[in-house]
């Protein structure tokens, strides 16, 4: 490659590496920089500014090759190889179980029982009566099935994990009739096609998108079929001339042609909303009192503990999911556990899980409590006497996200903001990439926060990144 006299002479400008390394090894704020990482990012730097001179040379010039303007490149690329990757961020987007957000923030039980259990040795595996060998799956059974009145329970990593260990146990090489309205995918990775392919069950689908009916199932029968399957339809609603076969219904089907009747909950909940004014979800109690012999449901949705699949059933059935080898690559780690039975132990009383569990806390959350954030934060905005910033209440409506409660829009309140000298997106991209990252919404020309999702104590963070934003500290 021929190098111009231009090129050659902006090649020249950039100071050699050990040189770099000099002046940056004296600075105090680098101190704690290992050596290794300053060299490696002292290296990218000058190689991305050589490539960039080589590929477009007019947009790099001398006044871009300042001494100082390389160091100040590379303290940001030192500063960002140092920065750790997963941080809290501000969820101003009202979603409550937000899946690209953490979904569930854990009760402050189940925090203090994770750093328990952990900064220790414990019986995770170990009988403590018996003096040998314990499951693990023991340490959250009896209270799986206190809650909800199943015979037997056993977790695993998350949902998706529960229903292919299911399917494998249940329905290797045969046949699992499920209705295509209930074909679901959720957050693109999980189909339930898909799964059931991996599971090597064969997947033999009827009915209609709108309609399916019992008699559907029957004719569908064959000797080959081992497990009649319904899978909540999480995150969509089928309205209009709709008719599904309830679960009580596949239940009565299955013992009348001996066939087992697993039900894919998605969410899960022990918690009836609708007595609490909301929508109906069907709760884990009515879908084991169906008699189904397996149910199974996410750790981290609506129940509001840590990321876990949830297995609840007949003893028989699930004895014999205990055995699968499977089981082993998707076993719940015991950081999970401590932070289960924790959150389990919440639901023991009611009314403290709606009160202890962030999840159900969020939800339930009264509009008139909103507000009350809303206007406490309206109210320091506006005390910040900037000019330039417009801001009042709204009205909004959260969702509970995550897949669940999929048509539920629960009523809320929360603060659109315009700034005069900037765009909606220029805002919308400052919050985002503040420390900690706000993360709102934009509608109408305004950045939204809704405040059903921001936590008492994220207010001065919102309040602060607004001045920093606008240069008023
Ligand atoms: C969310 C969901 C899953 C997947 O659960 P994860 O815990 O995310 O693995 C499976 N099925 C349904 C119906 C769901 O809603």
Known sequence: MAVSEKQQQLLRMIPGVDRIIEILGNERDLDTVPKDILTRCVRKVTEQIRKDIFSDGAKVSEKHLGIEQIL????????????????????????????????????????????????????????????????????????????????????????AAAVLICLDTLAKGMEVIVSRGELVEIGGSFRIPDVMAKSGAILKEVGTTNRTHPRDY???????????????????????????????????????????????????????????????????????STGADIVTFSGDKLLGGPQAGIIVGKTATIEKIKKNPLNRALRIDKMTLAALESTLRLYRQPENAVELIPTLNMILMPVARIEEKASRLLYSLEN??????????????????????????????????????????????????????????????????????????????????????LNKE
């Open 72 to 159: 100040k490149k590379i303290r940001t690329h030192i500063q960002k190889s140092m920065a750790p990757r997963l941080v809290p961020v501000v969820n101003a987007t009202g979603v409550v179980v937000h899946t690209n957000l953490g979904r569930s923030l854990l009760p402050s039980d189940a925090l203090k029982n994770l750093l328990k259990i952990n900064s220790r040795y414990s019986n995770l595996e170990f009988d403590i009566e018996k003096g040998k060998r314990g499951s693990r799956y023991a340490i959250v059974e009896d209270i799986l099935c206190e809650i909800c009145g199943a015979d037997s329970a056993i977790v695993v990593n998350n949902n």
């Open 218 to 288: 029957e004719n569908a029968i064959s000797e080959r079929t081992v497990l009649l399957l319904k899978v909540h339809t999480s995150n969509y609603h089928i309205i209009g001339f709709t008719s599904e076969v309830t679960l009580g219904e596949l239940v009565g089907i299955g013992a009348s042609y001996g066939l087992a009747v697993m039900e894919d909950l998605g969410s899960g909940t022990f918690i009836d909303f609708s007595r609490f004014g909301l929508a109906k979800e069907p709760t884990v109690q009515e879908s084991v």
């Open 384 to 469: 910040l006497k900037i000019p330039e910033l417009s801001a009042h209440i709204m009205d909004l409506t959260s969702r509970a996200g995550g897949g669940s409660l999929p048509m539920l829009k629960i009523p809320s309140k929360g603060i659109g903001v315009s700034v005069k000298t900037m765009t909606v997106n220029a805002v919308e991209r400052f919050m985002r990439n503040h420390i900690p990252p706000i993360i709102g919404r934009i509608e109408d020309d305004l950045f939204i926060m809704d405040l059903r999702t921001i936590q008492v104590d994220e207010m001065a963070i919102i309040d602060s990144a607004f001045k920093t934003m």
